[in-house]
């Protein structure tokens, strides 16, 4: 079996034998997806469409933001999804099951 592997997006699993017309199969491990986070927080109003991973936490989506703007990532801001609910900086994006095009909200903590 050789396994070739591309962090964040997929992992390829060459097994011999396993059907006639192609060897290949692709098992997908990594949910690859786009959020979009929507800001209205002071000096990062705006919306940015972030490339992310169902194992990413809501903390490096949070950076990923703060990355795509040119700022240095504070402490202060959270996410929230559209019912409101704050989402714990260190939990996985798939514990909250974000998906492919959902959107986000960025603000300051206790605001």
């Known amino acids: 079996m050789k396994v070739v592997s591309f962090r964040r997006i997929c992992h390829f699993v060459y097994v011999s034998g396993v059907s006639s017309k192609n060897d290949l199969v692709i098992f997908n491990f990594f949910t690859k997806m786009e959020v979009i986070i929507h800001s ?20 490096q989506l949070i950076r990923a933001f703060c990355d795509e703007k040119g700022i240095r990532n504070r ?18 994006l798939s514990v909250y099951d974000i998906r492919n095009g ?10």
Do not use: F, M
């Open 75 to 92: 402490s202060d801001l959270v996410l929230t999804n559209c019912r409101q609910d704050v989402l714990n900086k260190r939990e996985k």
């Open 102 to 111: 959902d959107e986000l909200y960025l603000s300051v903590k206790g605001i």
């Open 40 to 59: 209205n927080v002071t000096g990062l109003l705006g919306t940015a469409l972030i490339s992310t991973d169902s194992e990413e936490t809501v903390g």
